[in-house]
T-cell receptor, first 114, second 112 residues
Framework: KAGVTQTPRYLIKTRGQQVTLSCSPI?????VSWYQQTPGQGLQFLFE???????NKGNFPGRFSGRQFSNSRSEMNVSTLELGDSALYLC?????????????FGQGTRLTVV | AQSVAQPEDQVNVAEGNPLTVKCTYS??????LFWYVQYPNRGLQFLLK??????LVKGSYGFEAEFNKSQTSFHLKKPSALVSDSALYFC??????????FGAGTRLTVKP
């Protein structure tokens, strides 16, 4: 079974630009969550999508948005990039409707804003 | 809302010695608790989870964790540490259908 795939692995953007990150979950997983990881803030929850609907949302500004497609693939978009958005963005997928199941993580997208 | 705390930023142990990485949690309902490990430039890898039942949970790579409801703790343990166990460890909690929340992480260094 293929794991969670995130593309691209590395990205360099300029302040003010926007960026789109992609995540393909494990086949059959309908829940996709996004996290931001920085040295100072640790692992911060961005949002979770389940069956194309946002089910949970973290405490991030509206510049951060996401969506999920009918095949469960998800994208995350950050508009008007700031230097502080530089981070490792992790995507995780989980089995549908199972609260007690573990999440499986991709290797992440390393975003650098210059 | 659920939350989890890892009180130690760094844990250092000698190879062959037992290790403990601490985690405490706060939830309104029954907790689902998880431990993950992260190696440099990689995503998180699942180690083990507590859902219900036996308070001692065994996981991957010889790790285990003890659930203590009265102390709201879920400490990660290993009887004999290896240098290759050196990594960043995260505790996480999920309360029902809420999102999974992670602790700040504990960097484990095992010295030869």
């Amino acid at each position: 079974k293929a794991g969670v795939t995130q593309t691209p692995r590395y990205l360099i953007k300029t302040r003010g630009q926007q960026v789109t990150l992609s995540c393909s979950p494990i086949s059959g997983h309908r829940s996709v969550s996004w996290y931001q990881q920085t040295p100072g803030q640790g692992l911060q929850f961005l949002f979770e999508y389940f069956s194309e609907t946002q089910r949970n949302k973290g405490n991030f500004p509206g510049r951060f948005s996401g969506r999920q497609f009918s095949n469960s693939r998800s994208e995350m978009n950050v508009s008007t990039l700031e230097l502080g958005d530089s981070a490792l963005y992790l995507c995780a997928s989980a089995s549908p409707g199972q609260m007690n199941t573990e999440a499986f993580f991709g290797q992440g997208t390393r975003l650098t804003v210059v | 809302a659920q939350s989890v705390a890892q009180p130690e930023d760094q844990v250092n142990v000698a190879e062959g010695n037992p290790l403990t990485v601490k985690c405490t949690y706060s939830v309104s309902g029954n907790p689902y608790l998880f431990w993950y490990v992260q190696y440099p430039n990689r995503g998180l890898q699942f180690l083990l989870k507590y859902i219900t039942g036996d308070n001692l949970v065994k996981g991957s790579y010889g790790f285990e964790a003890e659930f203590n409801k009265s102390q709201t703790s879920f400490h990660l343990k290993k009887p004999s540490a290896l240098v290759s166990d050196s990594a960043l460890y995260f505790c996480a909690v999920r309360d029902g259908l809420a999102d999974m929340r992670f602790g700040a992480g504990t960097r484990l260094t095992v010295k030869p």
